[in-house]
């Protein structure tokens, strides 16, 4: 059994304003949806003691409770069980906030997981329920019910070299914020009553021992989903070859698809309304595909001396079928085919035409002098390429002054994807000088990247190009710089398995951003006692 608590308070209580591209305190945060960067003195901020930010300086506060029971009837049969609840409140860049990144995330839940192994037959049950408010204080109803469960059937049969493992799947989450709405005929909130994915999976692995240097291995499986209602075939193939005890050569090509996201298909909510001049739909969509990827990786491990071990793999993925998240105008005053005396706007999910190949090589190497002292350094080099990509090149309020909307228009173009680090790596250092003491040092590193929000970029970068507003720069862009950051830690073990430690991540107190529009991370230092009963 094990219990935990944690809480933590931001380096920082300011945020990213999405129209102007500054860090201010909230009380300076406008939602991009009503304001107009040509006339700044007109944009409302938020107030004082908004609920989306009742406690700017929290960045998480969470207590969880664990329980676990393994019960051995015999050699071949064997059962666990565990269970757990948590609490926590925390602020992250989770959903998409349209007056910041940061919001409010608060979650109670509990789980159970239990493990039957009989004679080769293996059983797992699982379930997840709770309460989550995804964006607390945002004006639309973001807080729901869901129940999770899955269950898993799997049988491992041997022939000689040969073993098979079929299997049976059965995932199932639901979601509903029936409870916390208006009135039952509320459009207020994100999915506005019960919204349920399921799954049925069957698959087949086998393991084929070709020759004591050669194995073989293959995956298939087959999914049905509820949403989209169609089937999906993925498969995994990997041969390794072992020409000897120090010597290791790997293949594989597989693909895989990327399971269904309740917003993509249950988003159904509404802003504004006709009277006050904006109506403006979120809707999710029935016939979006999943996005999916074939992979290829080669690889090469070597014990090339008793101290020394190198691990090589080079890959190559494809991926398509991205979602995203387009407006499309159906009447403005200023729309030629339906004038309205309001804007008329709905948010689509749609798959995007983007095609993502990425290219890579993962090197890693362990060197251990003595037992008392290892040495590992690992690195990743890769580059995403981005094929069709849209762009736009005109938002949607070309003429904030005078309200002028019209559909985004959209260029295709190829680019480097440069959110994604081009370089990540480190090295790791263990020192155990004595039985009892224990010293580790870590550093790691990666490369500069650029987070780019479409609708802050798109709409305020056009702004600040087509207007002289003096001061305004736009926004929507995040440069992370390169950023190395080193970790220690030493432990004392004072009584069998318990022990005291000082521990120190960002030693050096780097205070740099590590993700788009996010905090500034600074050092944590932490002093504590392991107790093991």
């Given at each position: 059994?094990?219990?935990?608590?944690?809480?933590?308070?931001?380096?920082?209580?300011?945020?990213?304003?999405?129209?102007?591209?500054?860090?201010?305190?909230?009380?300076?945060?406008?939602?991009?949806?009503?304001?107009?960067?040509?006339?700044?003195?007109?944009?409302?901020?938020?107030?004082?003691?908004?609920?989306?930010?009742?406690?700017?300086?929290?960045?998480?506060?969470?207590?969880?409770?664990?329980?676990?029971?393994?019960?051995?009837?015999?050699?071949?049969?064997?059962?666990?069980?565990?269970?757990?609840?948590?609490?926590?409140?925390?602020?992250?860049?989770?959903?998409?906030?349209?007056?910041?990144?940061?919001?409010?995330?608060?979650?109670?839940?509990?789980?159970?997981?239990?493990?039957?192994?009989?004679?080769?037959?293996?059983?797992?049950?699982?379930?997840?329920?709770?309460?989550?408010?995804?964006?607390?204080?945002?004006?639309?109803?973001?807080?729901?019910?869901?129940?999770?469960?899955?269950?898993?059937?799997?049988?491992?049969?041997?022939?000689?070299?040969?073993?098979?493992?079929?299997?049976?799947?059965?995932?199932?989450?639901?979601?509903?914020?029936?409870?916390?709405?208006?009135?039952?005929?509320?459009?207020?909130?994100?999915?506005?009553?019960?919204?349920?994915?399921?799954?049925?999976?069957?698959?087949?692995?086998?393991?084929?021992?070709?020759?004591?240097?050669?194995?073989?291995?293959?995956?298939?499986?087959?999914?049905?989903?509820?949403?989209?209602?169609?089937?999906?075939?993925?498969?995994?193939?990997?041969?390794?070859?072992?020409?000897?005890?120090?010597?290791?050569?790997?293949?594989?090509?597989?693909?895989?698809?990327?399971?269904?996201?309740?917003?993509?298909?249950?988003?159904?909510?509404?802003?504004?309304?006709?009277?006050?001049?904006?109506f403006i739909q979120y809707l999710g969509n029935d016939h979006m595909e999943l996005s999916t990827s074939n992979v290829i990786e080669l690889g090469y491990r070597g014990q090339l001396t008793k101290q020394l071990q190198v691990d090589l793999e080079a890959f190559y993925s494809v991926t398509e079928n991205f979602s995203?998240?387009?407006?499309?105008?159906?009447?403005?005053?200023?729309?030629?085919?339906?004038?309205?005396?309001?804007?008329?706007?709905?948010?689509?999910?749609?798959?995007?035409?983007?095609?993502?190949?990425?290219?890579?090589?993962?090197?890693?190497?362990?060197?251990?002098?003595?037992?008392?002292?290892?040495?590992?350094?690992?690195?990743?080099?890769?580059?995403?390429?981005?094929?069709?990509?849209?762009?736009?090149?005109?938002?949607?309020?070309?003429?904030?002054?005078?309200?002028?909307?019209?559909?985004?228009?959209?260029?295709?173009?190829?680019?480097?994807?440069?959110?994604?680090?081009?370089?990540?790596?480190?090295?790791?250092?263990?020192?155990?000088?004595?039985?009892?003491?224990?010293?580790?040092?870590?550093?790691?590193?990666?490369?500069?990247?650029?987070?780019?929000?479409?609708?802050?970029?798109?709409?305020?970068?056009?702004?600040?190009?087509?207007?002289?507003?003096?001061?305004?720069?736009?926004?929507?862009?995040?440069?992370?710089?390169?950023?190395?950051?080193?970790?220690?830690?030493?432990?004392?073990?004072?009584?069998?398995?318990?022990?005291?430690?000082?521990?120190?991540?960002?030693?050096?107190?780097?205070?740099?951003?590590?993700?788009?529009?996010?905090?500034?991370?600074?050092?944590?230092?932490?002093?504590?006692?392991?107790?093991?009963?």
């Open positions: 059994m094990s219990a935990n608590y944690e809480k933590r308070e931001r380096f920082t209580t300011d945020y990213y304003n999405w129209v102007d591209g500054t860090y201010g305190p909230y009380t300076n945060l406008i939602d991009y949806m009503s304001s107009d960067p040509t006339n700044p003195g007109g944009n409302k901020p938020l107030q004082p003691n908004h609920p989306t930010y009742k406690n700017p300086e929290l960045a998480k506060d969470k207590y969880g409770v664990n329980a676990w029971l393994h019960y051995q009837a015999s050699k071949k049969v064997d059962f666990s069980a565990s269970a757990g609840i948590q609490n926590s409140s925390a602020q992250t860049v989770f959903m998409e906030g349209s007056r910041t990144p940061l919001t409010t995330r608060e979650s109670e839940s509990f789980y159970f997981n239990s493990q039957s192994n009989i004679h080769g037959l293996s059983l797992q049950f699982s379930g997840n329920f709770g309460t989550q408010d995804i964006y607390v204080g945002s004006g639309t109803t973001s807080k729901y019910d869901y129940n999770n469960i899955d269950a898993i059937l799997e049988y491992d049969w041997t022939l000689g070299d040969l073993t098979v493992r079929p299997g049976l799947s059965y995932q199932r989450i639901a979601y509903d914020d029936s409870d916390y709405l208006p009135n039952a005929d509320s459009k207020n909130g994100y999915i506005n009553g019960e919204a349920i994915l399921s799954n049925f999976a069957y698959y087949l692995r086998g393991d084929y021992q070709a020759s004591e240097k050669l194995r073989l291995i293959a995956a298939l499986r087959m999914d049905h989903y509820n949403k989209p209602e169609d089937n999906y075939f993925t498969y995994q193939l990997i041969g390794t070859y072992k020409p000897n005890d120090n010597n290791l050569f790997r293949a594989s090509y597989s693909k895989a698809n990327r399971g269904p996201v309740i917003v993509d298909f249950y988003t159904n909510y509404e802003e504004g309304s006709p009277a006050n001049g904006q995203t998240f387009e407006p499309t105008i159906l009447g403005s005053p200023t729309h030629t085919e339906n004038p309205l005396p309001y804007l008329h706007l709905a948010f689509n999910y749609q798959n995007a035409p983007v095609i993502a190949k990425q290219t890579g090589l993962t090197a890693s190497v362990f060197y251990a002098p003595s037992t008392k002292l290892q040495f590992k350094a690992f690195g990743t080099v890769q580059k995403t390429a981005l094929e069709d990509l849209a762009i736009k090149e005109t938002p949607m309020l070309i003429d904030p002054g005078n309200l002028v909307f019209m559909d985004p228009t959209y260029e295709l173009v190829d680019q480097t994807h440069k959110q994604t680090p081009s370089f990540y790596g480190g090295m790791t250092a263990n020192y155990r000088p004595v039985e009892k003491l224990n010293v580790f040092v870590g550093l790691n590193y990666y490369s500069k990247q650029t987070y780019t929000h479409d609708y802050a970029y798109s709409q305020y970068h056009y702004i600040s190009t087509e207007y002289s507003i003096p001061g305004y720069t736009g926004s929507g862009v995040a440069e992370l710089e390169a950023n190395t950051t080193v970790n220690a830690k030493v432990s004392y073990k004072v009584y069998k398995n318990s022990s005291v430690f000082v521990n120190a991540r960002n030693l050096f107190n780097s205070n740099k951003r590590q993700f788009g529009f996010a905090d500034e991370m600074g050092g944590l230092y932490l002093v504590g006692v392991n107790i093991n009963l």
